[in-house]
């Protein structure tokens, strides 16, 4: 075995021949502690060696050239700030293979509250494997604040609502696992979202007669009525999805949902059209089905028909609506209908009346029509125009 002192460079590293015998070992003359071992069949390896009050401290860094000189010597810097602050850096890289990663985190976050406490865990998962899942294999203690805003920007460069559900899903992720003892800090807790603009976007009357002309073509009839459903009732795209024939009271033209996205059940009247389209199906549908939109997947039920929407959307040539917006669709017609707000909120489901309110913002005709009798009053009162 031979021992060397030499100067670590990319040139000088690359051009060391394997060892005669079984390995030989280099020593960095720039970094304390810094060592390369080079096998009989010429693999090279960096690690680290010092004592520590007396006992050896070893640590296996890794390969040439996978890892530079320069990070190599950086690491070794490192390792050489713990020894002089009396931390065995060997001790800490096992405790560091003890701990969790994220995504074993994400399997305990879903298991123990995502699924028990949101009815939209699924989209957790989801957004999970679309933006976090080359975060899987990191430890906890990897993930830093720095890490977390630049994939927030990132996001956000493209969608900044996106970014911030993620965010909001990082920053309760990290919550949980704080509660549960597994890491003291929330890298993404002082983070700031992106300023998101309130959308009002709603089907209107001119558009209408397209959409509704456009469904009736839509060859995929399990879709068309699903569309359907969720404008005449409302109700959020999850639960409509979900929709079952035992929630389903044709005598009271009533649908039940047990459980909402606020966390409360929900009643919904169903108007004649709604049955009407219910009745159809339930004749229709395999009666070994308890969903009302069956699908083919493993849930059972139809999950995401975005081809049948965009289809629809071409044939009608309307753009930037979203399968939600039909929910939002029937708030603001209820409002140029004259629905009070406790009206709207009460048929949506909402828990706050601000929710409610931005349909007060979408029917401009009583407001105008209150400006205009208090206008009328100043100019009389004013003597103008008499």
């Not at 489901?349 to 007060?360: G, P």
Request: with cysteine; proline share 4%; glycine share 4%.
């Amino acid at each position: 075995m031979t021992t060397n002192k030499i100067n670590f460079t990319k040139r000088t590293i690359a051009a060391l021949p394997p060892a005669t015998h079984d390995r030989d070992t280099y020593y960095d003359l720039k970094t304390k502690g810094l060592l390369l071992r080079v096998t009989n069949t010429g693999t090279k390896t960096f690690s680290f060696r010092r004592k520590l009050n007396g006992r050896a401290v070893r640590v296996t860094l890794d390969k040439f050239p996978t890892m530079t000189v320069e990070q190599a010597q950086k690491r070794a810097t490192q390792l050489n700030a713990d020894i002089v602050n009396d931390i065995n850096p060997a001790e800490l890289k096992a405790v560091k293979r003890m701990e969790m990663t994220f995504s074993e985190l994400l399997v305990e976050y879903l298991e123990r509250h995502a699924k028990l406490h949101k009815k939209t865990w699924e989209e957790d998962a989801n957004m999970y494997c679309r933006h976090l899942k080359s975060w899987g294999n990191h430890r906890l203690s990897e993930i830093q604040r720095t890490d977390v805003q630049k994939l927030h920007s990132k996001i956000g460069s493209e969608s900044p609502y996106a970014a911030n559900r993620v965010l909001a899903l990082l920053q309760t992720m990290f919550n949980r696992a704080n509660d549960w003892g597994y890491c003291p800090t929330n890298p993404a807790k002082s983070v700031k979202k992106f300023k998101e603009k309130s959308r009002e976007r709603f089907l209107g009357a001119d558009e209408l007669p397209r959409f509704f002309a456009a469904l009736a073509d839509e060859p995929n009839a399990t879709a068309r009525d699903y569309f359907l459903i969720s404008l005449l009732t409302g109700a959020r795209r999850s639960n409509s999805l979900e929709m079952q024939w035992s929630q389903i009271n044709f005598e009271t033209a009533t649908w039940h949902i047990p459980i909402t996205k606020n966390g409360t059940s929900q009643s919904v009247p169903l108007v004649k059209a709604a049955i009407d389209i219910l009745i159809l199906r339930n004749a229709l549908d395999d009666k070994d089905t308890i969903w009302v939109f069956p699908g083919s997947g493993r849930t059972g039920h139809l999950v995401e028909p975005k081809k049948a929407w965009l289809r629809i959307l071409e044939r009608a040539s309307i753009k930037d609506v979203r399968i939600h917006d039909l929910r939002r669709s029937l708030g603001s017609w209820q409002a140029s209908t004259g629905a009070n707000l406790s009206v709207i909120g009460k048929s949506l489901n909402h828990k706050n009346i601000s929710t409610t309110a931005i349909y007060a913002r979408l029917n401009l005709d009583p407001v105008r029509e209150a400006m205009t009798t208090a206008t009328d009053a100043m100019l009389k009162a004013g003597n103008v125009n008499d």
